[in-house]
């Protein structure tokens, strides 16, 4: 359902933001996940018809992104990673407001179409308070809401839990597991628990690059009976990745952990480790460093 091919962009200050990305998403959802400054912005930002790229093309059932944009953003639902509001402005006034833009017409219609909207993301008691007064979870909510406007076929969220509280992020979930069945949405983050338990398909991206793409489990799996965890002082943790492919240091209950990739168990003292994406992840980031490394 939506086609991308050849996407490559660089900013005027030289940095090359998208490297020939292709890819080709069904519906369901879709997690992209990669580091600060991977290129997922500016790919969602594209997507959104809110940028250009230099060349490559998209298409989303038949339409042409870059030469369509009207077409495409009827039928879009975005939410940006920095979601402006107008402050002096009730959360219902603006949702009937988008409603109208968005082309419901009939106002009886659009009054219930904006209450449920209101009830889905936990907002309707808030419907009469101005945005501005909204904490950064209620505007969050709120940005959900919009981006749900008009029963859209293609939902971008970019980082869309950041500043959720654990009961709202589960409501978040189920809201867009949902959508996922009608529609093809694409979930930018940096939670990759959220990709495990939402996406069907994902992506690691790095440097304006998709460096490998396919379904969470099976990508997880390909690390299984690799991954082994030791228990470490933190000193200890240069010489380790001096001799280890280090994955990952973390605490769990005060103590510091390393997981390590290795074929074979590495030494004394490490375990193997029921792997997950996290491990896959940064299994992936880790070796294009290395290759780079190696150059
Ligand atoms: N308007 C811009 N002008 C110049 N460089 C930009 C611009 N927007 C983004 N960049 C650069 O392009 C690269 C990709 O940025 P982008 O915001 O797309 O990454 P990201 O994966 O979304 O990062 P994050 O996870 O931090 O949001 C970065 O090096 C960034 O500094």
Redesign the pocket.
Known sequence: MLTIKNLNKT???G?Q?LKDVNLNLEKGMFGLL??????????MRTIATLQLADSGNIQFDGIDVFKQPDEIRKTLGYLP?DFGVYPKVSAEMMLNHIAKVKGIINKSERKDYVADLLHKVNLYPFRNRNLGDFSGGMRQRFGIAQALLGSPKLIIV??PTAGLDPLERNRFHNLLSELGENAVVIL?T?IVDDVTNLCQRMAV?NE?KILIEGNPQELSDTLRGKVYRKHIEKSELEILENDFTVLSNYLRGGQFYVNVYSESNPGEGFEIVDNDLEDFYFYCINKKQEQEAAI
Do not use: R, V
């Open positions: 900013y005027p200050n940095t933001a990669g580091p600060n400054g991977a290129g997922k912005s500016t790919l990673q970019d980082e930018s940096h991206f304006g």
